[in-house]
């Protein structure tokens, strides 16, 4: 009899465990060092298991194919190899609760059905029309590339002629705005500019917005080609003084001006915002290391990884070909022996990422690429300004470095600033990591953008 009893209260708990619907969406909010990150899994039942995808709203990602999605006994199990990304949690109580994990970083995190109360963007500083200045969509060419690029100008009222600046992206496809993570960073840039009397023309990347090319072959060669572009439409505009045209260069963009610069004598001035002064594979070999560290990657985990970023990077200078460059990298990539492998495991969706990222022309340019050379070749005014903070581009060893540079080259006309508190965005921030730059509501600090503008104004009036 007691037996009896035993085996229905089994078959009573399988069936409430199989009854169990963990289909439909579901939401969590990761907490990593400095930052909530909201997530999203919808998941699917089919006739062969499960299938799933993940959103995660604030970083503008949405529908991330999920390797493996299992539902066994009540435990939910999601996998994602590419991203080294694992979570497995228990269904109770209409909750899901377990434990989520990428590259090392451990964190509980409680799925629920109900969609978290989404609070609306803060962006104080985000200016919106009418304008207290002129603002003119415009269309210039790069006849050397053959491509039109579309931009916005803005410029102050009045007859007399203005100095100007032309805005140069980071890394990534990006838009006038430079929109990232919620925030518009050139357009609040440039409306402070203008507002203080300078010209300002932000453009949308090749092959981005409205701008004609192809982004994905593109290099910073291409890219400084299309700098060049903006500098010569800017001359000939009536509105702008022709001596008195500059280039503000964010992160990759910091690495753009000097390239230009150092060809063209005609320009005024440089700003570098958090631009780089190491050679693209020590900075990135650099980048990794601490913002694994702030996110709380272990130790051991980063050191398999930075090991392998170092074979990775010599395979990359060395192998011109793309198609050969992707051969190599898939070999090597495999015989890696697993303990040797952050998180142990490697799959073919793991490798297929790796490659399709390291083997690009952009990539190979960009890690190659050492920006000293260009910096030696600067004779115009130069403001090199970064983030105490910044974890991406790090502003000991990259101002430093920008600094020497510019002494042997024997450019007196320069200023370097390390603004306390902030991070690569310029953000007053808490950690500098980049999981916290959609979580902070101020875009641009006003500490930089005062310092930037007061420089130029600085450089523009001695202009004769």
């Not at 949308?204 to 080609?225: K, P, V, W």
């Amino acid at each position: 009899m007691k037996a009896t009893v035993i085996l229905m209260v089994i078959f009573l708990t399988t069936i409430g465990v199989n009854a169990q619907d963990v289909s439909g969406k579901w939401y969590g909010i990761v907490e990593v060092p400095g930052a909530s990150l909201p997530i999203v899994f919808n998941i699917e039942e089919t006739d062969d298991g499960f299938v799933s995808t993940l959103d995660s709203p604030d970083q503008g990602a949405y529908g991330i194919e999920v390797k493996t999605t299992t539902f066994v006994e009540g435990i939910l199990t999601i996998e994602i190899p590419g991203l080294f990304l694992k979570y497995s949690g228990e269904f109770e109580n209409e909750e899901i609760k377990g434990t989520f994990s990428q590259a090392g970083f451990d964190t509980p995190l409680i799925l629920t059905r109900n969609e978290p109360e989404k609070k609306p963007l803060q962006r104080p500083q985000e200016p919106t029309p009418p304008f207290p200045y002129h603002s003119e969509d415009v269309i210039f060419k790069n006849k050397e590339a053959g491509i039109k690029l579309a931009g916005t100008l803005t410029f102050p009222y009045g007859n007399k002629k203005h100095p100007a600046v032309v805005l140069i992206t980071g890394s990534g496809a990006q838009n006038r705005n430079q929109e990232i993570f919620g925030h518009k960073p050139f357009l609040v840039l440039s409306d402070y500019l203008t507002r203080h009397g300078i010209a300002v023309l932000r453009f949308d990347d090749r092959g981005y917005g409205e701008s004609e090319g192809d982004f994905s072959i593109a290099t910073s060669q291409d890219f400084a080609s299309d700098v060049q572009s903006a500098f010569e439409y800017l001359m000939t505009r009536p509105e702008i003084d022709s001596k008195q045209i500059g280039l503000i260069g964010h992160s990759e963009g910091g690495m753009i001006a000097p390239m230009v610069a150092a060809k063209n004598e005609k320009i005024a001035f440089i700003v570098l915002l958090a631009g780089t002064g190491m050679k693209g594979s020590d900075l990135l070999h650099l980048q990794v290391k601490l913002i694994s560290r702030a996110s709380g990657m272990q130790e051991s985990e980063i050191e398999k990884s930075l090991k392998i970023n170092r074979n990775v990077f010599n395979i990359v200078s060395k192998t011109e070909d793309i198609n050969d460059l992707k051969s190599k990298l898939e070999i090597y990539y495999k015989s890696i022996p697993s303990e040797q492998i952050p998180g142990g495991v490697i799959t073919d969706d793991i490798i297929n990422y790796q490659v399709n990222m390291w083997a690009t022309p952009w990539m190979r340019f960009f890690l190659n690429h050492n920006p000293i050379n260009p910096l030696k070749l600067v004779k115009c005014p130069v403001l090199a300004v970064n983030g105490e903070k910044d974890l991406q581009v790090p502003p000991i060893e990259n101002l430093q470095a920008i600094e020497e540079a510019l002494l042997q080259s024997g450019n007196k006309s320069y200023k370097i600033v390390k603004f306390d508190g902030l991070n690569h965005l310029f953000q007053e921030c808490e950690t500098g990591l980049p999981s916290e730059y959609s979580q902070i509501e101020q875009t641009f600090a006003p500490v930089a953008l005062d310092e930037i503008t007061k420089w130029i104004l600085t450089q523009t009036i001695s202009i004769p």
